[in-house]
């Protein structure tokens, strides 16, 4: 492929979809040249309910008729953030799938195989999730198998202990791709004893803990209509999907105050350069990240953040996969970007190299980022940006699938349609006063972090000339702390 | 395979069971073509306010030979590196400034570059295109720090992709004749060593007019596709065509075995490649319908034996589009504790399950119903749309076979599944591939 669309870096939609990698390098100070701004048609987001059911369940509803299928994802507002013992949202999430409502995993995989449907269960920091896709002919099958698992899953103890014991292996294999779990050791450093280290996956040693009785415990805490959105997205009525949604869940009442954390406190101070160099002895290339903090989804300069991001490392033509890809060949991709949280965010640059290259990628890459504060922008890169930004928006929101995670992402994370409709007008009201004032408060200039996966044996000493290093085992259980 | 077939060959296309929905009927899809022998698909969809490009050249590295393995792939890399109008880098920046953005893919037997865009930038991707197929400049400077992206490319995919690791060395055991023989990378030595003389021809014999598929997909009129069309591609000549591919597979007459050994792989991984023929050929409809009951979801057989009895963590099968015979992979990885031999016994007994005992009728509905759904996924989506034209109109022969898949995927009956399990998934036809951390001893 002339790039790679990487999804495992970038767990965030929106900056997921633009990191193509890229570095654009239309240099030079062009400070009499006039904005010109680009038209690229115009996008909004396609009609929606929204209405609170009387057990305080949130529904979300959006009709799109071109093909007979319906999307529904229920998100529940609670992740590994909420993490007792390291895992739990993610195993009492996946646990869902393991029967409900006296049907066991295996009635329930063979009903929603034979029907050509998809079912799927799973956490993140902050939300966990069903997510369905099924014929619309369906819907009467699927919708209350959705709710079973929801309200009354069974947690069998064999199907879990099955669970655990493919995980625990699953974390295993996924170390053999240090690209699988950088981000992983990223967030612990970046965020230390905070939640937001906390990795969706557990650890080996913590999922060998659990049982099954902590996750009805985690279940009964947070499963609750107060504190869940149902978005459904397809070919159906709204009026009739809200009555059947009224009646299924009208037995589900909320049994406890869900608690809340403020993830806003105890965030990290990093007020040293660190490093944490992860040690891959059969390594045959180096693969890091670079950054530091970042922003939450609700920060009001989100939107011209994504632009400055697609000049530094959002697109194919961004300085960084310029520099480092186009004109040394020292990778085949180089990006940036924001992961935002609810309160909280990170920054990274991230590539890879083989290991004979990594101090001079290393020193590239840093060199291109001082490019932001040492050159800025200039008028024909911001244009071209911008004109980039609004023509790749509209096909993010394509899909049911696409379109019901943006609700979901709506609830989650308290922003409103707006950040859709005024999306392009957002980015054509970016000045280079603007994105200078943006480049100043958020792009991290020192005390930069490093995550290094390689061979240490080759490249612990290039680790030491960026901060003060710690160096952990690849195989060594967890991600670096 | 959604986590193994990301790498270099996309999947290409999802196949439909039952007729389009609403979606798109045959009559949607316009056509025409051009004097020097360049056909157009057009699909108009004013869904959202864009629309896309697909460019399918008829050359993968089923058209290379030793010496030159990778050249396609490579070649796809400098097409984006200038040519007579668009200078070095001004491909992607001329693209980028009018809001569109682009990628491409090697197979084994096309090349597929894809541009999407604001539907009002349609006329600058066509300058562009036009631009790099009839003039394209290569430089020997370019060439040189595109040797450096390529071997990044394929350094990185073996060290995050057991799957890139294991289906080198499976193929290159399972055909010793054919080109399918080698990786779409190519070998390392042969990345380093081809000169700008091999680009060149290349070229001028693959990227010809009458060598290519091109289809438009969004909120496009045909009217206007047609005027761009004869503006910008009509003028550029067409070539002889390029020679065909006439290496023939001998007969396989007996079980292959391949081993590799990778240090951090923390259990084996197991990979059995069976030859199948080619994409055309009639039984492709059971072969992929039995790939599905193998493996689609947790009910499938594989899951069910091998993921749910522990003795593996994942399995699935792949079965690539191809015109020439090819091969269905299927590959496991095993739990903790399982042996490489164990694991390899289980996949080959539930396989050899099939031929013995067929399948049944509420299987076959089943995964005739994941195809009907997988269809409409497809057609979700612009992009998905244009892939899918382009796929039927390669592989099957052309783009209106799409609405007689339903029929022949229906034709399918248990007894076809269990004939082509008889046929292709035995012992005789089979390569095995291990790939474990401890290598092996006597």
Redo the contacts between chains.
């Keep these: 492929m002339k790039t790679q669309i990487t999804r495992l870096m970038q767990p965030n939609k929106l900056f997921t979809a633009m990191a193509i990698a890229g570095t654009l390098a239309l240099s030079a100070c062009t400070a009499t040249q006039a904005p010109t701004t680009v038209d690229t048609g115009s996008f909004s987001v396609p009609a929606y309910q929204q209405v609170t059911l009387s057990n305080g369940l949130t529904v979300y509803m959006m009709p799109q008729r071109e093909v007979p299928l319906i999307t529904i994802d229920a998100t529940v507002r609670v992740g590994a953030v909420n993490d007792t013992t390291s895992g739990v949202a993610e195993m009492t999430a996946a646990g869902l799938m393991l029967g409900a409502a006296g049907k066991s995993k295996r009635d329930i995989e063979q009903e929603v195989d034979f029907l050509g449907a998809s079912l799927n269960s799973g956490a993140g920091k902050e939300g966990s999730f069903v997510s369905s896709k099924f014929m619309a002919k369906d819907a009467d099958k699927m919708l209350p198998l959705i709710k079973d698992m929801l309200v009354e899953p069974d947690f069998d103890t064999k199907e879990f202990d099955k669970l655990r014991q493919r995980e625990i292996a699953g974390l295993a294999q996924a170390k053999e791709s240090p690209r699988a779990v950088i981000s992983r050791y990223y967030d612990k450093l970046i965020f230390g004893d905070h939640p937001y280290a906390n990795a969706t996956s557990g650890n080996s040693d913590s999922l060998a803990e659990l049982t099954v009785n902590q996750l009805r415990a985690f279940h009964k805490s947070y499963y609750q209509p107060s504190n869940t959105a149902i978005s459904v997205v397809g070919d159906f009525e709204p009026a009739q999907m809200q009555a059947k949604l009224e009646k299924l869940f009208a037995n589900w009442q909320n049994s406890e105050p869900v608690a809340l954390i403020d993830l806003s406190k105890g965030l990290p101070k990093l007020d040293a350069a660190e490093v944490l160099l992860v040690d891959k002895p059969d390594a045959i290339e180096t693969t890091f990240l670079i950054g530091g903090m970042g922003i939450s989804r609700d920060n009001p300069d989100y939107v011209g953040l994504t632009v400055i991001n697609t000049v530094l490392g959002g697109r194919f033509t961004s300085w960084l996969n310029d520099e480092l890809r186009v004109n040394a060949g020292l990778t085949y991709g180089a990006r940036s970007g924001f992961t935002p949280y609810s309160a909280s965010g990170t920054f990274r640059i991230s590539t890879f190299t083989q290991t004979a290259t990594t101090k001079e990628t290393i020193d590239l890459a840093l060199k291109t980022y001082a490019r932001l504060w040492e050159k800025g922008l200039d008028q024909a890169t911001l244009d071209s940006a911008k004109a980039y930004v609004k023509g790749q928006f509209p096909p993010k929101y394509e899909t049911s699938g696409q379109l019901a995670g943006l609700m979901s992402d709506m609830y989650l994370y308290g922003f409103d349609d707006a950040f859709i409709n005024e999306f392009q007008a957002k980015v054509d009201g970016l000045t280079l006063a603007e994105s200078k004032r943006l480049i100043d408060t958020y792009f991290p200039q020192k005390n930069l972090q490093f995550v290094i996966i390689g061979n240490a044996a080759k490249i612990a000493p290039i680790a030491k000339e960026h901060g003060k290093v710690k160096q952990v085992k690849m195989t060594d259980v967890g991600f670096g702390g | 395979m959604k986590r193994y077939t990301k790498a270099?060959f996309l999947s290409l296309g999802m196949l439909l069971a039952t007729p389009m929905?609403?979606?798109t009927e045959a009559k949607d899809i316009q056509s025409f073509t051009l004097d020097n022998g360049m056909k157009i698909m057009v699909l108009e969809d004013s869904?959202?306010?864009?629309a896309n490009m697909y460019l399918f050249w008829k050359v993968g590295s089923r058209n290379e030979v030793p010496g030159i393995t990778g050249i396609s792939h490579f070649f796809?890399?400098m097409m984006?590196n200038g040519s007579k109008k668009y200078g070095p880098?001004m491909f992607?920046?001329t693209m980028?400034?009018?809001?569109?953005?682009?990628?491409?893919?090697?197979t084994e037997n096309l090349t597929v570059y894809t541009d999407?865009?604001?539907?009002?930038?349609i006329e600058t991707i066509f300058d562009l295109e036009a631009d790099r197929i009839e003039n394209l400049d290569i430089s020997e400077q370019m060439v040189?720090?595109?040797?450096?992206?390529?071997?990044?490319?394929r350094?990185?995919g073996?060290?995050?992709?057991?799957w890139r690791v294991i289906q080198e060395e499976l193929k290159g055991a399972a055909f010793r004749a054919h080109p399918y023989s080698w990786s779409v990378i190519g070998h390392e030595s042969d990345i380093a060593a081809w000169t700008l003389d091999d680009l060149t021809q290349y070229h001028k014999t693959y990227y010809a007019p009458n060598n290519a598929v091109v289809v438009i997909a969004g909120?496009v009129k045909l009217a206007e596709v047609k005027r761009l069309a004869n503006k910008y591609f009509a003028p550029i000549p067409a070539q002889a065509p390029p020679r065909e591919v006439k290496t023939v597979e001998p007969l396989q007459k007996g079980e292959r075995r391949v081993f590799v050994q990778?240090?951090?792989?923390?259990?084996p991984n197991v990979m059995l490649g069976y030859h199948v023929p080619a994409t055309s050929n009639s039984d492709y409809y059971a072969l992929d319908l039995l790939a599905s009951i193998l493996t689609?979801?947790?009910?499938?057989r594989m899951y069910?034996a091998l993921?749910?009895k522990?003795v593996a963590?994942?399995i699935d099968t792949y079965m690539p589009m191809s015109f020439d015979p090819n091969l269905f992979y299927v590959m496991g990885?095993a739990?903790?504790s399982v042996t490489a031999a164990e694991l390899e016994d289980a996949m080959i007994s539930e396989i050899n399950r099939v031929a013995l005992e067929g399948v049944t009728v509420?299987e076959l509905?089943?995964v005739k119903?994941?195809?009907?759904?997988?269809f409409?996924?497809a057609?979700?989506?612009?992009?998905g749309k244009a892939n899918t034209i382009g796929t039927y109109e390669l592989f099957f022969g052309s783009y209106d076979k799409l609405f007689n898949a339903p029929d022949a995927y229906n034709k399918v009956t248990p007894e076809d599944i269990q004939r082509v399990a008889q046929t292709y998934l035995k012992r005789s036809n089979r390569t095995v591939a291990v790939l474990a951390a401890t290598e092996e001893t006597d």
């Design positions: 270099l929905a609403q979606a869904s959202i306010p864009n796809e890399h984006f880098k992607d920046r980028e400034a009018a809001g569109g953005a682009n990628n491409a893919y090697t999407w865009f604001p539907a009002n930038a040189e720090s595109e040797r450096g992206v390529v071997a990044s490319e350094l990185t073996l060290e995050n992709s057991n909120d990778k240090a951090s792989v923390s259990t689609t979801g947790n009910s499938s069910q993921v749910d522990q963590i994942e990885v739990n903790p509420a509905e089943k119903n994941i195809k009907l759904m997988g409409y996924r057609m979700e989506t612009i992009n």
